[in-house]
């Protein structure tokens, strides 16, 4: 299914908003520009889905012209699978083109964490392939939860008050990584996800409940109990620091 496909008027009303939300997003932080190469990192969940969905929509419909090159990283060795057939169609119905990427790895033989022989080994493998590609931009589908997630996290554990940015220069500006998504909740592209069927391509790796991020990812859903705005105005917070009232 794809965006043209919906005819409910609520479902509809609800893809605009959220299509629109993106819009201001990549328009207030420049995020993609005219004649911009731009790599998808498209994991097969939700998040970088609904991503590529808003973009190559974006393409079509707005006079800004810009080149979307979809790739999925697929590490022998590790649990986390996706429906490639699915993912496939996902992206030739948005006349995407689509690079499978496979390496092996085997987390027996690290003693670093899967988790970060993963994230490792696929943003290494991302990085070669604007490289090669010869793509500006390299878009990830992170969204406002994940950055407050990241925010708390880095102040727990390691005494630092850093998140991650809508866009930043990687390699001396060889190309920018950019999060379209930086302003969209979490239940939000669940919601759009769920609109237009795909909620479901992937299969869980059975290492991601063990992350210190799944408990932060509680910790916000207790926020939420207790101030309904809270994640929304810790994340407003960043960009309202008061240096004069901190030690």
């Known amino acids: 299914m794809i965006y043209s496909d919906i005819t409910n008027k609520s479902d509809k009303n609800f893809l605009n908003k959220i299509n629109s939300q993106v819009g201001k997003s990549i328009n207030n932080y420049k995020l993609i520009e005219e004649n911009d190469s731009i790599l998808v990192a498209l994991s097969g969940g939700k998040d970088s889905m609904v991503m590529l969905d808003i973009l190559s929509w974006r393409l079509k419909h707005l006079p800004i012209k810009y080149k979307i090159t979809a ?65 500006n931009k390299l878009a990830f589908g992170h969204h406002k939860d994940d950055a407050v997630e990241t925010l708390l996290m880095n102040m727990m554990f390691y005494s630092n008050i850093s998140s991650i940015p809508a866009k930043v220069s990687m390699f001396n500006g060889k190309f920018e990584l950019i999060r379209p998504l930086i302003n ?31 408990s932060i990812s509680e910790l916000l859903k207790n926020i939420e109990q207790i101030n309904s705005q809270g994640v929304n105005n810790i994340f407003k917070s960043m960009t309202n620091i008061s240096n004069d009232y901190l030690p």
Do not use: Q
Not at 74 to 93: A, I, S
Not at 187 to 207: F, G, H, V
């Open 71 to 135: 790739v999925h990283v697929e590490l022998n060795g590790l649990p986390y699978k996706v429906d490639k057939k699915r993912l496939t169609e996902f992206c030739e119905l948005r006349n995407i083109k689509l690079i499978y990427k496979t390496e092996d790895v085997d987390i027996t033989k690290s003693k670093k964490t899967p988790c970060f022989i993963c994230s490792h080994t696929r943003r290494k493998i991302l990085f070669t392939l604007a490289y090669e590609l010869k793509c």
């Open 184 to 214: 969209i909740r979490n239940a939000d592209t669940l919601r759009y996800s769920e609109i237009l069927d795909y909620s479901k391509m992937e299969k869980n790796c059975s290492y991601e409940n063990l992350t210190k991020r799944n």
